[in-house]
């Protein structure tokens, strides 16, 4: 519902690790082992340190180490995240969270586009282009410290400090995306598709090395007041935001080389080429909220507002090119929400909501000038029903959803231009969840839009009718006690895999009789998934064996650019062994 607490951006209501330390110790083990993206270790333990529970703790604890689902992918994690409580009364205590990831996961970026078929190139959908020696590495470290407290009986507070230090390396060889200057031997806008006709057994291949470093220090305060004026019910939040970042991202130019799609890969990859990007950037934002719930006749009635004024400050500093140092660049708006419940009867309740977004573009054009702000507007209008003695659960929505974004100049376009569009999202959405008894379950979501903008009809990868539903039957008692199946599908429907008629994503003009490339638009067809459980839980014991895509169906699961497609994964058979202690 789009009352106040559950949808307005406020800061304080945000960026917070779920989990906490618990006042009971409840500790837990799981291990997965499966076909893929499975082999994983984690541990979760929390407490009291001291008898008086007013010193508590949490640690947990994964690692995976598994194979993906196309040749030569990975994910080898680690997680650590301790935190501790103190808590100084019933309404004051201060809690502090260390979490830290580092991630290594293998190169892909999906199979090239038949220009003929107007499908995958007809090789296995496991084939992985990427060469053996490309690799991708995360690493996260966030440090945040926070404090609640009840000032009065009716004022409450909060306040957080969080640290967050990224590193991403990235060396990617992939066949696909766009062709830099001077490459010859395919169109630019298809760089990496099989051509109609001539030379189909030979591609180009492109290799680059990126690198990421960004530090990050977010300040958030909150004030949540609660009281009331005669027959009315007050809650009021205020608080403001602050975020600082640092960062600096360098990039190497493009190696190329030719591979044959159907056979083997070369031995070696080109050598590194020299930096040709290298940026340190700086942005700082600030954000000042103020949102109130009043709540009339008993609470039948709740009526939300409220309004965030947002600033931000960007620099970005060419280090190749320091005369081109930019001064920084601003941006501020106002947004506003509000909302309505009403409760018609115990049973069913109407709602409506009304958002406003907005994110500072620190892009620029061609010609060196800042991008447009990126705004948004949603509009929503439901219901919601408790039925049948509470034992089906009903939410349907309208929603109308406005959203600018703003585009690089395509090739051919004089320099500076860009593309300004509004991008309209307009349909309905259902969620329903059914108790037929104390052993059979079923829930079920379907939605249906319309997603348009002012320069485009279609959109890549957008499907407008999605549906899943999911069976479950648990035995609580007599023999089978514990035993729970469960089976699923997940629905969707056809979409374009270019956006068109006139461009693709990223704005590249190609569908045009000066480019010839009229016989490159493609689609992506519907597919049904299903998926299964099997599950057996005996005292603090849990055994399950899942299956993901129970039928082994091939589909495409995405379209990447406007020549490159991603397979689905396969089916994928995982078993898990969960004990709590």
Not at 82 to 105: G, H, I, N, Q
Not at 187 to 197: K, R, Y
Not at 376 to 391: F, P, S
Not at 409 to 432: H, K, L, Y
């Amino acid at each position: 519902a789009p009352i106040l607490f559950a949808n307005g951006p406020a800061a304080g209501l945000i960026n917070k690790v779920s989990k906490s330390p618990l006042a009971e110790a409840r500790n837990s083990a799981k291990l997965t082992v499966g076909s893929f993206d499975a082999n994983r270790a984690e541990f979760d333990l929390t407490g009291p340190l001291t008898a008086d529970k007013k010193l508590l703790y949490r640690l947990v604890a994964v690692r995976q180490d598994s194979d993906g689902f196309y040749d030569r992918t990975y994910t080898k994690r680690w997680v650590f995240a301790p935190m501790v409580t103190y808590r100084f009364s019933a309404t004051s205590e201060v809690t502090l969270k260390y979490d830290t990831t580092e991630t290594a996961f293998g190169s892909y970026n999906g199979l090239p586009l038949d220009r003929l078929t107007r499908q995958i190139i007809a090789v296995d959908p496991k084939t992985n282009y990427a060469d053996p020696t490309n690799f991708r590495t995360d690493r996260l470290s966030r440090l945040a410290l926070a404090g609640t407290t009840q000032i009065t009986n009716w004022l409450g507070a909060r306040l957080a400090l969080t640290g967050v230090s990224v590193g991403v390396d990235r060396e990617e060889s992939r066949v696909g995306g766009r062709a830099a200057t001077g490459v010859t031997g395919q169109a630019a806008e298809f760089f990496g598709t099989l051509p109609v006709t001539g030379d189909r057994t030979t591609l180009l291949r492109n290799s680059q090395y990126f690198k990421r470093e960004s530090l990050g220090l977010t300040l958030q305060n909150d004030y949540v007041a609660r009281f009331r004026t005669g027959p009315l019910e007050h809650t009021t939040l205020a608080g403001f935001e602050w975020r600082h970042g640092d960062w600096s991202r360098l990039g190497t130019a493009l190696g190329y080389d030719s591979i044959n799609p159907f056979g083997t890969l070369p031995a070696t990859i080109p050598a590194r080429g020299p930096v040709n990007q290298s940026f340190d950037e700086v942005s700082a934002d600030r954000k000042f909220y103020a949102l109130q719930e009043v709540g009339l006749m008993e609470r039948r009635v709740l009526l939300s507002g409220g309004v965030t004024r947002n600033f931000n400050r960007f620099r970005a500093l060419n280090t190749l090119a320091v005369t081109n140092a930019l001064t920084y660049r601003r941006a501020q708006a106002t947004t506003w929400q509000g909302g309505i419940v009403g409760k018609i009867s115990s049973d069913v309740s109407l709602f409506g909501g009304y958002n406003e977004s907005f994110q500072p573009n620190n892009s620029l054009d061609t010609a060196g000038r800042q991008l447009p702000n990126l705004e948004g507007k949603q509009t929503e209008i439901g219901v919601k029903a408790k039925l049948w003695q509470d034992r089906v659960r009903v939410t349907a929505a309208w929603f109308d959803i406005k959203a600018s974004t703003s585009r690089a100049a395509p090739p051919g376009r004089p320099i500076g231009a860009v593309d300004f569009a509004t991008q309209t999202s307009r349909g309905v959405d259902a969620d329903v969840a059914v108790s037929l008894n104390r052993s059979w379950d079923v829930i079920a979501s379907a939605a249906r839009f319309d997603l348009k903008d002012s320069t485009t009809v279609t959109f890549p990868n957008v499907s407008e009718t999605t549906a899943s539903a999911w069976v479950r039957r648990a035995w609580r008692d007599g023999a089978a006690k514990g035993l729970v199946l469960g089976v699923g599908a997940n629905y969707q429907s056809s979409r374009d895999g270019t956006a068109g008629p006139n461009r693709d994503g990223t704005g590249n003009v190609f569908n045009s009789a000066a480019n010839n490339f009229a016989n490159v638009t493609f689609g992506l067809p519907s597919r049904t998934v299903v998926d299964a459980l099997v599950a057996y839980e005996w005292q603090t014991w849990r055994f399950a064996v899942n299956v993901d895509n129970a039928f082994d169906q091939d589909y495409v699961d995405a379209s990447r650019f406007a020549n490159t497609l991603q397979p689905g994964y396969g089916r994928n058979v995982k078993f898990s062994v969960a004990y709590r202690f």
